[in-house]
Each structure stands twice: as C-alpha cells, then as structure tokens.
C-alpha cells in the first residue's frame, strides 16, 4: 500500500479537477492514477471493487480507506487538514459559500456529465451538435444566477467569497474548464470569467487544470 493516498482521476474530468486544487490548496501529495473514462477503464472489475459507482475521482488513503464522491473527499479534507480554510467560521456565511459550490457541482454536473452524455447520445439519437446544445442549456440555466449572486453579493471578493480562495472557487474553476471542452461562450458572465482568471494565476489551481495532467497528452 502506497505510504501516499492515490488519487484515481481522470485529467478532463470536472470533479476530478476540483479535487486536485483541493489537494494542492491543502498542500498534500498523492500518487495519481488515471483512467480513460470513453475506453471503459474505471469499469473493470479492479476499479469496480475500489468504487461501484464506477465513477471518478475515488481517493484511496494509506490505510486502505477509499474516499468516493469529489464533494465528500473535499469536505473531509477540510475537516481533517483544516489549513488553509476551504469554508468561513461564519455558519450564515458558510451555508451562502455552500450554495454557490452547490449551484455548480449539483445543478450542472449532474445534468451534464458523461453517463448522461453518453446516454443522450446513444438513446435520443443526438449527434454532437445536439449533445453540445443540451450542455449549453444546462450550464447558462445555472450561470446566469450565478453571475447575479457573485454581482450584488456582499460577500464576493476577488474570488467568489472574500479574498480567499474555497469550496465554491473549487467548483467554478472545474466548471470553467469543462465548458471549454464544449465551447461555451462565458463572456455574458464577467464576474464568473473575472473570478476563473483569479484562480488560473494560482499554483494551486493551474497545476489542477486538465491541460496540464499527465493523461492529458496521450489523450
């Protein structure tokens, strides 16, 4: 068993982006280990032991205890390596900070990830055209109040709460990046755009980025 947890990711997906910046904002190590969603890898009967959902990320730590769903690990890492803060002290101002996260990791992607993709695709007759159109639809659904809340919210600084990077930076990074895989115009939202590029000049967040994983280039 590895003397490090082993992230089991893969480099474009969403979930697995915002755990990585997790990861690197709490300055922890990992062995990562990737696999091809499209070719089935996180379908065998190895991964399928590790996580039944077949899903990733799954985080698997020294003692053999795996970690599964990106939200759970994030907020586990928080309690058990509560510096640097992903959450404020404030509860009002936590709950605020978790529904904006929320926003993203449980209206869009769960609309838009890859078994539902995929399931478009194979069963409604949808080209990529139309898979494009529904991912669009689901993501402006949710970014236009969004962009409301991070407008006339008090609470937003340079990131989406405050001056300091947390859980629902974590998300809106991730989200960013899935919507440039389709192509989508973010221009109607400059404070979601302003924020995303806040984040992009942080090691933390950059060194997450799909681009820049090691299963990116062999894919």
């Not at 709950?95 to 209206?107: C, H, K």
């Amino acid at each position: 068993m590895s003397q490090v947890p082993v992230l089991h990711n893969f480099f474009r997906s969403s979930t697995s982006t915002r755990l990585r910046a997790a990861l690197n904002l709490k300055g922890l190590e990992y062995t990562y280990k990737s696999y091809a969603l499209r070719a089935g890898e996180a379908e065998t009967p190895e991964y399928l032991r590790l996580n039944p959902q077949g899903l990733v990320p799954a985080f698997e730590l020294a003692d053999g205890t795996t970690l599964t769903q990106s939200m759970a690990i994030i907020e586990w890492l928080d309690e058990t390596h509560p510096t640097p803060p992903l959450l404020p002290d404030d509860p009002n101002a936590r709950a605020q900070l978790r529904a904006l996260a929320y926003m993203i990791a449980f209206e869009i992607h769960p609309l838009n990830n890859l078994r539902v993709l995929q399931y478009i695709e194979q069963n409604h007759d949808q080209d990529e055209s139309g898979i494009a159109r529904w991912f669009a639809h689901w993501v402006h659904t949710t970014f236009v109040p969004l962009e409301q809340v991070l407008a006339s919210s008090p609470l937003t600084g340079h990131y989406c709460h405050g001056d300091v990077p947390g859980l629902a930076d974590l998300c809106l990074y991730a989200q960013i990046w899935n919507n440039r895989h389709f192509a989508i115009d973010t221009s109607p939202y400059p404070n979601i755009e302003r924020i995303f590029v806040a984040l992009d000049q942080l090691d933390a967040f950059r060194d997450a980025a799909p681009p820049n994983q090691p299963d990116a280039i062999a894919t």
